[in-house]
């Protein structure tokens, strides 16, 4: 079965970075792209960008340009999210999801945007 | 200020039959498809519905899915402690060229 197993669970300091893994099981990587997204405490839920394994295309929100960086490895099914200059504002639980967006497998019938997501990385970022 | 519209919460005793509502305009909901997901605390978000009322394989009949307008309705039938919830729903907004969620709402199995 479709599994995507992200990393722990991690405390910055303001102005730190981090990088959060998703290893994908289940499936062909390269098929589906990876996406990203946010929950902050009390808000709804925000798409970060996306990856394709397939081409390494990216696509990312307007909001994250230049402070996020997506990147796969498709040798280990892992894709990684990278978030630089981290405010308490960017204090949320991070999410990777299986998206055929921008991948192979758009045009497959029965496929559907965010159908398998990773269990979360809660990031906290406090002085 | 989530972009999609939803009740904060909702109830229901088992085996009652509930509907969460998601309110969006022209943009989106008027004219893109609508997902909808459940997520049990602390676990993973779960695809329940997309394409506006299409269920992948596993997700029982109870759960199905309609939208008329600008608006979107899940419904629950012969609710389950289980089914005890936040559930968002989802679509892409054509004006601001991006996907766009509601704000989720609490399903209380009373």
């Known amino acids: 079965q479709v599994q995507l197993e992200q990393s722990g669970g991690e405390v910055r300091k303001p102005g730190a970075s981090v990088k959060i893994s998703c290893k994908a099981s289940g499936y062909t990587f390269t098929t589906y792209s990876i996406s990203w997204l946010r929950q902050a405490p009390g808000q709804g839920f925000e798409l970060m960008g996306w990856?394709?394994?397939?081409?390494?295309?990216?696509n990312y929100a307007q909001k994250y340009q230049g402070r996020i960086t997506l990147t796969t490895d498709t040798s280990t099914s892992t894709a990684y999210m990278e978030v630089t200059g981290l405010s308490p504002d960017d204090t949320a639980v991070y999410y990777c999801?299986?998206?055929?967006?921008?991948?192979?497998?758009?045009?497959?019938?029965?496929?559907?945007?965010?159908?398998?997501w990773g269990q979360g990385s809660r990031v906290i970022v406090s002085s | 200020q989530s972009v999609l519209t939803q009740p904060p919460s909702v109830s229901a005793a088992p085996g009652q039959r509930v509907t969460i509502s998601c309110s969006g305009n022209s943009s989106n909901i008027g004219h893109n498809y609508v997902s909808w997901f459940q997520q049990i605390p602390g676990t993973a978000p779960k695809l329940l519905i997309y394409d506006n009322y299409k269920r992948p394989s596993g997700i029982p009949d109870r759960f199905s899915a309609s939208t008329s307008g600008t608006s979107a309705s899940l419904a629950i039938t012969g609710v389950q402690a289980g089914d005890e919830a936040d559930y968002f729903c989802e679509t892409w907004d054509s004006g601001l060229s991006d996907v766009v969620f509601g704000g989720g709402t609490k399903l209380t199995v009373l």
């Open positions: 990856i394709s394994p397939y081409n390494g295309n990216t």
């Open positions: 999801a299986r998206d055929p967006y921008g991948s192979p497998a758009i045009g497959l019938a029965g496929t559907a945007r965010f159908d398998h």
